[in-house]
Nanobody, 127 residues
Framework: QAHLVESGGELVQPGGSLTLACAAS????????MGWFRQAPGEEREFVAA????????YYSDSALGRFTISRDNAKNTMYLRMNNLKPEDTAVYYCAAEGRTFARGLGYVTELYDYWGQGTQVTVSS
């Protein structure tokens, strides 16, 4: 069974930065679009960012655009999310995910396309 494990979630002050990592095992996701989602208390899970299998295409939600950077290292089967200028509204459990399809040409922001999910890492932005 494939596993995705997030790490890096912490308590951080507004304006601070964090880097989240998603380590995959049990399956090679180098041909799969991968993405980050988050869920705040009492809210629906929402898309944050995605990166194509080649790493050449990225997509960001409006809230993440300009502040967050998604990247991946296929040799390590690992994906990252660099978050800068964090705001209290960014507080949520952050989940990494991988699409079931391979070599996709489209942008991977459709939640239903993701078949593999991690258990999440808590990010809390507070003074």
């Amino acid at each position: 069974q494939a596993h995705l494990v997030e790490s890096g979630g912490e308590l951080v002050q507004p304006g601070g930065s964090l880097t989240l990592a998603c380590a995959a095992s049990g399956r090679d996701f180098s041909s799969n679009t991968m993405g980050w989602f988050r869920q705040a208390p009492g809210e629906e899970r929402e898309f944050v960012a995605a990166i194509s299998w080649s790493g050449e295409k990225t997509y960001y939600s409006d809230s993440a655009l300009g502040r967050f950077t998604i990247s991946r290292d296929n040799a390590k089967n690992t994906m990252y999310l660099r978050m800068n200028n964090l705001k209290p509204e960014d507080t949520a459990v952050y989940y990494c995910a991988a699409e079931g399809r391979t070599f996709a040409r489209g942008l991977g922001y459709v939640t239903e396309l993701y078949d593999y999910w991690g258990q999440g890492t808590q990010v809390t932005v507070s003074s």
